[in-house]
């Protein structure tokens, strides 16, 4: 079993930045992990993924040379950092596990196993 908890979300202005952790208890290492998010009124969508070993990582078009995903197998922990923040950014952000995950899969929630409670993002304008 796997439980994760998600920290390090709040309040920043446009342009600022935010590191959320991902705590892992159990065994995850050979898990891909990924961050979520959802927006009030809209669906949960993909952000960015890792895979078991730290050594692929994957993201959106939206996020792509702002966020990093990265994460530290000795600490279970996985991180994503967030700079020149938007207010298209503010979410509620999600970490999740899962097994076995392919170039599709890894961006679709149905297929993760295990997820975090969420951590609030607000970014004002």
């Known amino acids: 079993q796997v439980q994760l908890v998600e920290s390090g979300g709040g309040l920043v202005q446009a342009g600022g930045s935010l590191r959320l952790s991902c705590a892992a208890s159990g065994r995850t290492f050979s898990y891909v992990m990924a961050w979520f998010r959802q927006a009030p009124g809209k669906e949960r969508e993909f952000v960015a993924a890792i895979s078991w070993s730290g050594g692929s990582t994957y993201d959106v078009d939206s996020v792509k040379g702002r966020f990093t995903i990265s994460r530290d197998n000795a600490k279970n922990t996985m991180y994503l950092q967030m700079n020149s923040l938007k207010p298209e950014d503010t979410a509620v952000y999600y970490c999740?596990?899962?097994?076995?995950?392919?170039?599709?899969?890894?961006?679709?929630?149905?297929?993760?196993?295990?997820w975090g409670q969420g951590t609030q993002v607000t970014v004002s304008s």
């Open positions: 999740a596990a899962g097994s076995a995950l392919g170039p599709v899969t890894r961006r679709t929630q149905n297929s993760y196993d295990y």
